[in-house]
């Protein structure tokens, strides 16, 4: 089992544990830390629609919640044939743990993967470096 099928199985696993009822679209996602640790998580709505929490966010706070600061790479898998990427906020809140060269794998039901580097999805990031 290669690192991406790992964080694949992990993000299709939190996937099956989303909580979408209004949209119907549960979306899993899993990171690895630079010292391997992997954390996963699911998307949550709530009745409140803007309320939501997704599932890069919720990977990132489990991420936090276990004491880890930094992410080398993580994966986003939607339903579906399709690939998805992480919405402006998720981008946001991953500048905040990644760096420009930390791989960004979108992922797709059947197992196709695209990667990225994470400067090419949000090139001149706002990020702690900006408040220096």
Excluded: W
Aim: hydrophobic share 50%.
């Amino acid at each position: 089992m290669t690192a991406i099928d790992d964080l694949f199985a992990l993000a299709l696993a939190a996937r099956g544990r989303a909580y979408a009822p209004y949209s119907r679209f549960p979306v899993g996602a899993a990171l690895r830390t630079p010292g391997g640790a992997a954390f996963s998580g699911c998307n949550v709505e709530n009745a409140a629609y803007p309320l939501g929490v997704c599932a890069e966010t919720s990977a990132i706070s489990a991420m936090i919640a276990a004491g880890e600061r930094a992410i080398a790479e993580i994966l986003v898998l939607g339903p579906g044939a399709q690939k998805i990427a992480p919405c402006g906020a998720c981008r946001q809140r991953i500048a905040e743990f990644a760096g420009d060269k930390t791989l960004v794998h979108l992922a797709e039901e059947a197992g196709g993967v695209s990667t990225f580097a994470f400067g090419e999805m949000l090139p001149h990031a706002f990020g702690p470096q900006s408040l220096a």
